[in-house]
T-cell receptor
Framework: DVKVTQSSRYLVKRTGEKVFLECVQD?????MFWYRQDPGLGLRLIYF???????EKGDIPEGYSVSREKKERFSLILESASTNQTSMYLC????????????FGQGTRLTVV | GQNIDQPTEMTATEGAIVQINCTYQ??????LFWYQQHAGEAPTFLSY????GLEEKGRFSSFLSRSKGYSYLLLKELQMKDSASYLC????????????FGRGTSLIVHP
């Protein structure tokens, strides 16, 4: 079974803190994604990566950065957390054209206070 | 840009059939996905359509019409456990492998 694992299920951080969300996949997928999910807004793409050290901005990259030093690991960084970044964060991986569907991690519910 | 529309909420009765529609406008097309997401959990893959027509998988079927920018997910013999959010996602063209998600349809199944 493909496994996408996010480092934390729940996090509470203070405004202004630097926050790291880690994601690891074990199926050698090329593509990895970070989404945030908010009620009424659905999943919105923050960043994606199609290879090691490669990254592309998604629809809402402001206030975030990412790192992909190894193929299996994709990290999302909140440089200075703010309350409007309180959300559910979902990591996903895929490997088209052989693996078209995205496999998701269990999600990290981040609360910034 | 991409625009994906699906109803916000639907209700149905256990044992019935329900159809969840999704319309999209995209620059190019490289596949349409349906995912199921139970409250508090991650989305899980249900179906993938890249050619026109109906794909059947057990109680779930998905239909695609590329010329109309339209898809539906059909759930038969509804069970209480089918109460969940159903997400439509479209992959655009031009070599992009990034799925863009609609806002999801919350399905409530009543006894």
């Amino acid at each position: 079974d493909v496994k996408v694992t996010q480092s934390s299920r729940y996090l509470v951080k203070r405004t202004g803190e630097k926050v790291f969300l880690e994601c690891v996949q074990d199926m050698d997928h090329e593509n990895m994604f970070w989404y945030r999910q908010d009620p009424g807004l659905g999943l919105r793409l923050i960043y994606f990566s199609y290879d090691v050290k490669m990254k592309e901005k998604g629809d809402i990259p402001e206030g975030y950065s990412v790192s992909r030093e190894k193929k299996e690991r994709f990290s999302l960084i909140l440089e200075s957390a703010s309350t409007n970044q309180t959300s559910m964060y979902l990591c996903a991986s895929s490997s088209p054209p052989t693996v078209n569907e995205a496999f998701f991690g269990q999600g990290t519910r981040l609360t910034v206070v | 840009g991409q625009n994906i529309d699906q109803p916000t909420e639907m209700t149905a009765t256990e044992g019935a059939i329900v159809q969840i529609n999704c319309t999209y406008q995209t620059s190019g097309f490289n596949g349409l996905f349906w995912y199921q997401q139970h409250a508090g959990e991650a989305p899980t893959f249900l179906s993938y359509n890249v050619l026109d027509g109906l794909e059947e998988k057990g109680r779930f079927s998905s239909f695609l019409s590329r010329s109309k920018g339209y898809s539906y997910l059909l759930l038969k013999e509804l069970q209480m456990k089918d109460s969940a959010s159903y997400l439509c996602a479209v992959r655009g063209g031009g070599g992009s492998y990034i799925p863009t998600f609609g806002r999801g349809t919350s399905l409530i199944v009543h006894p």
